[in-house]
């Protein structure tokens, strides 16, 4: 097996090309329906929005996509939680930018 390409997604990414794959196949593999089940228990407590897009349009030159997609699957409510999503990565952020990252969140969590 060879791999193509690698590329960070989110959770609600994830949902869409299951059930892609699902509408091709007609019915998923024992993996994919525990995947399915985990997904839909997870992201029933959310709903869709466009967290990743705000996230990159505070255009913060040091955050990279998978940081990105880690804040959205994981969604932060406080400056620590935040810290800690970060803290496996080696990257620093000034703490006006940790402020803005966190405020977008809380404006994406607070509309459910």
């Known amino acids: 097996m060879e791999i193509i390409n690698q ?16 509408e091709r196949d007609k019915d998923l593999t024992f993996r994919g329906k525990k995947v399915e089940e985990y997904l839909n228990a997870i992201l029933k407590k959310r709903k869709p929005s466009k967290l990743k ?49 966190l405020e977008t969140v809380k404006k994406h969590v607070s509309k459910k």
């Open 7 to 22: 590329k960070p997604f989110t959770l609600q990414e994830a949902k869409e090309s299951l059930d892609k794959i699902k």
């Open 53 to 101: 897009e705000d996230l990159e349009k505070l255009d913060i030159s040091r955050l990279k996509e998978s940081n990105i997609v880690k804040i959205v699957n994981i969604q932060p409510k406080s400056l620590d939680s935040l810290r800690a999503v970060l803290a496996g990565e080696n990257l620093t952020l000034k703490q006006e930018d940790l402020t803005k990252v």
